[in-house]
């Protein structure tokens, strides 16, 4: 068979994750993926979008349209199980072959072995599914006659779906980045420090579709701009997972030089991290908007048992300063675990630069690990705390990751 290059049409199929599986509020969630998806295709150019069959069928408008790049946006946002880049094919299996083998050309010549995968959705259509996978396996023997089967390894698969309105061929069917559709549970307030641990706990939030912005706990002169630069770097890196994120930037070094003031030194980091429960409560009960959405709960990377103020009884003095439910999606994880998501969505090397935040300041060389509540708001009844948090709060800076 002679091969000539065809302009074929191509196109985005994105098909759902467990969004499919949703009973009548389906519609919600296609709606929010689908604003989501142009909101990752910002700058990329216009697209055309239609909703069948559980799958998001995304049509470029101009012939110049990176399709490559749009697949790379496309597998940060959330509610989506694959993805494949079409060749759109009439439903007539000799047009099929015919269009078909001139696009496959550019992967078929460089691969030794493949095996094709079908998949009828159109039940007119006259061939079965094992009868498609013949024909065009033997379809692709003879335009590329070097290929050898196989069914086990192959370096190519080929893939065809023969659906409502057309018949689509691919060469590669990528994983999407799973959950559900960011802004479909609500909104968050993550507490973010510079570490590798709270922006996993963001991701991981956020994949089952909570709004998520961030406070973060700034100390001059005790910690470094540098120290602000680079949680601002993490929130732009985590920004195409997130839609977007708004960041709260409270300066506490007042906070901390009256907890080492007042406090027994192994109370501190505690402490510390009780106050900032609270400001994160004070910000929440402000009803800050999140676009029509307000905090419904606070969001941390605690992991049980890494640090000293991550133990059971640690974990439950501070939930006792929190006024909404706390999220703690690192929990059972150890550190190897999280810093492979950290590696995965390009926080790691970020998190590693050595500039370190408040919690690092002041910190105490044997910290209490078996707390009692009743010690530590005894401790706190010492000093004005609350109006220190409230100063803080006053004096914030607020900036948008879009």
Same mark, same amino acid.
């Given at each position: 068979m002679?091969?000539?290059?065809?302009?074929?049409?191509?196109?985005?199929?994105?098909?759902?994750?467990?969004?499919?599986?949703?009973?009548?509020?389906k519609?919600?969630?296609?709606d929010?993926?689908?604003?989501n998806?142009?909101?990752?295709f910002?700058?990329?150019g216009?697209f055309?979008?239609?909703?069948?069959?559980?799958t998001?069928?995304?049509?470029?408008?101009s012939? !110049?349209?990176?399709l490559?790049? *749009?697949?790379?946006c #496309?597998?940060?946002?959330f %509610?989506? &199980?694959? @993805?494949?880049?079409?060749?759109?094919l009439?439903?007539d299996f000799?047009?099929?072959?015919?269009?078909?083998?001139?696009?496959?050309?550019?992967?078929?010549?460089?691969?030794?072995?493949?095996k094709?995968?079908a998949?009828?959705?159109?039940?007119?259509?006259p061939?079965n599914?094992?009868?498609?996978?013949?024909?065009?396996?033997?379809?692709v023997?003879e335009?590329?006659?070097?290929?050898?089967v196989?069914?086990?390894?192959?370096?190519?698969?080929?893939?065809l !779906?023969?659906?409502?309105?057309g *018949?689509?061929?691919? #060469?590669?069917r990528?994983? %999407?980045? &799973?959950? @559900?559709?960011?802004?479909s549970s609500?909104?968050?307030?993550l507490?973010?420090s510079g570490g590798?641990?709270?922006?996993?706990?963001?991701?991981?939030?956020?994949?089952?579709?909570?709004?998520?912005?961030?406070v973060?706990f700034?100390?001059?002169?005790y910690?470094?701009?540098r120290?602000l630069m680079?949680?601002?770097s993490?929130?732009?890196?985590?920004?195409?997972y997130?839609v977007?994120?708004?960041?709260?930037?409270?300066?506490f070094?007042?906070v901390?030089?009256?907890?080492?003031?007042?406090?027994?030194e192994?109370?501190?980091?505690?402490?510390?991290?009780?106050?900032m429960?609270?400001?994160?409560?004070?910000l929440c009960s402000?009803?800050?908007?999140?676009?029509?959405?307000?905090?419904k709960?606070?969001?941390?990377?605690e992991s049980?048992?890494?640090?000293a103020?991550?133990?059971?009884s640690?974990?439950?003095?501070?939930d006792?300063?929190?006024?909404l439910?706390?999220l703690?999606?690192?929990?059972?994880?150890?550190k190897?675990?999280?810093?492979?998501?950290?590696?995965?969505?390009?926080?790691?090397?970020?998190?590693?630069?050595?500039?370190?935040?408040?919690?690092t300041?002041?910190t105490?060389?044997?910290?209490?690990?078996n707390?009692k509540?009743q010690?530590?708001?005894?401790?706190e009844s010492?000093?004005d705390y609350?109006?220190?948090?409230?100063?803080?709060?006053?004096?914030?800076?607020?900036?948008?990751?879009?």
């Amino acid at each position: 068979m002679e091969i000539s290059n065809t302009s074929i049409n191509e196109i985005i199929m994105a098909k759902y994750g467990e969004i499919a599986l949703k009973g009548q509020n389906k519609r919600t969630f296609e709606d929010i993926l689908v604003r989501n998806v142009k909101k990752a295709f910002t700058g990329l150019g216009k697209f055309k979008y239609e909703r069948m069959q559980s799958t998001l069928y995304i049509t470029p408008e101009s012939q !110049e349209t990176d399709l490559e790049q *749009a697949i790379v946006c #496309l597998s940060r946002v959330f %509610g989506l &199980g694959a @993805i494949q880049k079409c060749a759109v094919l009439p439903k007539d299996f000799d047009r099929i072959v015919e269009q078909g083998m001139p696009y496959l050309e550019s992967t078929l010549k460089h691969a030794k072995t493949f095996k094709v995968e079908a998949k009828r959705s159109d039940k007119t259509f006259p061939m079965n599914t094992p009868v498609i996978q013949r024909e065009l396996g033997g379809a692709v023997l003879e335009a590329y006659p070097h290929l050898q089967v196989d069914v086990h390894n192959p370096d190519v698969v080929v893939l065809l !779906e023969i659906r409502d309105k057309g *018949a689509y061929l691919n #060469l590669q069917r990528l994983p %999407g980045a &799973g959950g @559900i559709p960011v802004g479909s549970s609500g909104a968050g307030l993550l507490l973010l420090s510079g570490g590798h641990d709270s922006p996993v706990a963001a991701y991981m939030i956020a994949k089952r579709g909570v709004r998520i912005d961030a406070v973060h706990f700034h100390s001059p002169p005790y910690t470094s701009e540098r120290a602000l630069m680079k949680v601002e770097s993490l929130c732009r890196q985590l920004k195409d997972y997130l839609v977007n994120i708004r960041l709260h930037i409270v300066e506490f070094a007042e906070v901390q030089e009256a907890i080492r003031n007042n406090c027994p030194e192994e109370y501190s980091t505690l402490i510390l991290r009780r106050c900032m429960v609270k400001a994160a409560n004070i910000l929440c009960s402000k009803k800050l908007e999140t676009g029509n959405n307000i905090y419904k709960a606070l969001i941390t990377g605690e992991s049980l048992g890494q640090v000293a103020s991550q133990t059971l009884s640690a974990i439950g003095c501070t939930d006792n300063a929190a006024e909404l439910p706390v999220l703690r999606p690192l929990i059972g994880m150890d550190k190897t675990e999280i810093v492979s998501i950290a590696r995965k969505i390009g926080t790691f090397d970020i998190s590693s630069e050595p500039y370190e935040d408040c919690c690092t300041v002041f910190t105490p060389k044997h910290p209490k690990t078996n707390p009692k509540l009743q010690d530590v708001e005894l401790i706190e009844s010492r000093f004005d705390y609350e109006g220190l948090i409230l100063k803080s709060i006053e004096n914030m800076k607020i900036s948008d990751f879009a």
